[in-house]
């Protein structure tokens, strides 16, 4: 993607460098006792008050008639090859640097055009609504794509419980700004912290994923632990990661990657393979560990979306 005020030159290489052991595997062979015996009790323990290690089994996961039974790719391909800009913007880092990253405790505030403005702990959030597994394919606007099994429910259970105001048309998801704890927020690479928004009815659509776990436990951090957006008809960058602030709007956001390039980059980023980005065709696509690449389908393939947009000139709309 492209870099505004770039330091750092990014890298856009389609196969991992490497992969790497994942991260749990790390962390317990590192000896960090009290983590693998939180992992070990095979509970989502979310009273414990403060942990550098987030993956926990996540129990009585429900199906979801929205998954995908394609191929589901490798674990420690998709925790370890990470678009995370405030840790880096090398696909490899963000899991080595995140390893640290304070989850708990974390509060969402709910602002904006709503009834009552609020802020939510993490843990209350978590019990809206029962968990599902949902297998989602999540394609990247860089030509690059995976199948993951995401946890979370839709985020239309927590929009109801914020209750926004007849005259919100829109929800902007704000992450969080902590130079101290994330390296990439101390260079100018994006204006900072992460901006994404959705239109109401996007947000409210049930297969907009509020996500908090992926391969049976939460999230690693730098999948964007603890909390995180999963539109998986949406070039992946909609799927803002780490959100702290959700706020109702009249007006339509202005989300971080349109801000740095707007020629480049929508508001929409629906995935189309007949609108290229200015700089690469959006045709095709690889999914990482596959050599040969295959064709993007629209919608990425969630065709049950195409209705929000009738009537509405895509390419206009990018
Ligand atoms: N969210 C934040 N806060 N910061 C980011 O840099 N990158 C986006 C999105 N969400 C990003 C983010 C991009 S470009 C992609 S492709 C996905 O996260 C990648 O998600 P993944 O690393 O879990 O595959």
């Keep these: 993607m492209l870099i505004k005020k770039a330091d750092d030159i990014p890298s856009s290489e389609i196969t991992p460098k490497s992969l790497y052991l994942n991260r749990r595997k790390f962390l317990v062979a590192a000896g960090l006792a009290g983590a693998a015996a939180a992992a070990a009790k095979g509970i989502l323990d979310i009273a414990s008050p ?46 080595k640097l995140a390893t640290k990253f304070r989850t708990h405790p974390w509060k969402v505030k709910i602002e904006g055009d709503v009834s009552k403005k609020q802020e939510w702990d993490i843990d209350s959030i978590l019990k809206f609504a029962p968990a599902e597994e ?49 390296p990439g927020q101390t260079r100018n690479v994006l204006d900072w912290p992460y901006v994404e928004g959705l239109r109401m009815d996007e947000a409210m659509h049930p297969l907009t994923l509020l996500c908090f776990g992926m391969y049976g436990t939460t999230l690693p951090n730098q999948d964007g632990a603890p909390l995180r957006l999963v539109v998986p008809w949406k070039y992946g960058f909609k799927s803002a990661k780490a959100i702290v602030r959700i706020k109702f709007t009249e007006k339509q956001p202005v989300n971080t990657w349109n801000r740095s390039a707007p020629n480049e980059y929508g508001f929409y980023s629906n995935v189309n393979p007949n609108v290229d980005h200015p700089r690469w065709s959006q045709k095709t696509e690889r999914r990482l560990g596959e050599f040969l690449k295959r064709p993007t389908l629209m919608f990425n393939g969630y065709d049950q979306v195409a209705s929000l947009y009738s009537g509405m000139d895509l390419k206009k709309y990018f």
């Design 134 to 182: 949902r297998i989602y394919r999540h394609r990247c606007v860089e030509g690059w794509s995976i199948v993951v099994p995401w946890i979370g429910f839709s985020l239309s259970e927590l929009i109801k419980r914020a209750d926004p105001l007849g005259k919100a048309k829109f929800v902007e998801f704000t992450t969080i700004l902590d130079p101290s704890q994330m």
């Design 50 to 95: 403060e942990r550098a290690y987030a993956e926990e089994k996540i129990p009585n996961l429900q199906k979801s008639p929205f998954s995908t039974n394609e191929k589901i790719t490798p674990e420690q391909t998709v925790a370890n090859y990470n678009n995370y800009y405030e840790f880096s913007t090398e696909k490899d880092e963000p899991a």
